[in-house]
């Protein structure tokens, strides 16, 4: 990657700022010429980024320094909150619990002034201004899921909605049985929230990036009803491309149950993932 161009975005950018980006930029100029050669060249480039979607590109956005260091302690402040609440509670905390629960508890303590200010920016930014195109089915920080209306998983401690996705994750064990497993059901926006952040954390403050292989908070579908599912005893690997290789997959794709999300090549900004189901 070219260092200087690279160094530039680090300090130049900061989200949320009203900057046209160099992605949209691309798109607007695609739009305006309508030039087969530059919807050509901008594909190429949108694919290239999508299937390596684990490195920094040219045009990625990066968190200003001053977010970054306010993502590392909202960040922690989360880790400390799920261990106190325990992981099953934390898929299903709304923001407003999280608040209360880190105030009322030392080893938490009270998110900042400078935390809660950083949250909404990151929760209310137009994602496309960062690559992620995708809808956002949650609309307000404070959006929260209805405890009545999920069903825990015994096996995993994940949570499924109530009605189709409950029926098709059934229909799914009915046929392939001790082979598939429930990776990940129901999250609640602080759930994501602290997914995203984990990974704009181990992508160094790069959002386009993190937002390349996770929805951002409020963005997610697991919020209304999608799920991912994994070969059993295939660990992290279920989260990879391999997984197209394993059985529960290919015997996902024969009887018609896989209706994808986030197919290869979509144009939402987000990489290929095989195993993330689509209810809703
Ligand atoms: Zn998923």
């Known amino acids: 990657m070219d260092r200087r161009r690279f160094l530039k975005t680090v300090t130049g950018v900061v989200i949320g700022a009203g900057l046209a980006p160099k992605a949209m930029a691309g798109i607007m100029i ?12 901008y594909l190429k480039d949108y694919l290239y980024k999508m299937r390596h ?4 590109h040219a045009d990625d956005i990066f ?7 306010t993502l590392k302690s909202a960040l922690a402040r989360m880790r400390r909150l799920q261990r106190t609440v325990g992981h ?30 950083f949250l909404e920016k990151i929760f209310y930014a137009d994602s496309t ?15 929260h899921i209805r405890k009545d209306n999920v069903v825990r998983d015994r096996m995993t401690g994940n949570y499924l909605f109530k009605g189709k996705p409950v029926e098709t994750y059934r229909h799914i064990k009915e046929h392939l049985g001790d082979e598939v497993t429930l990776t990940s059901g129901v999250r609640s926006v602080i759930k ?30 697991h919020g209304i009803g999608d799920f991912d599912v994994g070969q059993v005893g295939y660990g992290a690997l279920n989260f990879t491309e391999r997984f197209t290789e394993t059985t529960v997959f290919k015997r996902l794709v024969d009887m018609g149950y896989l209706r994808l999300r986030y197919q ?14 689509k209810v809703s």
Request: glycine share 8%; net charge negative.
């Open 264 to 277: 290869q090549d979509n144009m939402l900004g987000v990489r290929f993932e095989p195993w993330h189901i």
């Open 192 to 221: 994501q929230f602290m997914l995203f952040l984990s990974k704009a954390y181990e992508s160094e403050g790069n959002i386009s990036m993190a937002s390349r292989s996770l929805a951002p908070p409020g963005y997610s579908f």
């Open 88 to 117: 099953g509670n934390f898929y299903l905390l709304s923001f407003d619990e999280a608040l209360k629960i880190a105030a009322n508890y030392g080893r938490v303590e009270p998110f900042t002034a400078e935390e809660l200010a």
């Open 129 to 143: 201004v960062y690559g992620f195109m995708g809808e956002k089915p949650f609309k307000h920080l404070t959006d």
């Open 53 to 56: 979607f684990n490195m920094h």
């Open 30 to 41: 695609t739009e305006r010429l309508s030039s087969s050669e530059a919807e050509d060249a």
């Open 63 to 69: 968190l200003s320094p001053a977010d970054f260091g």
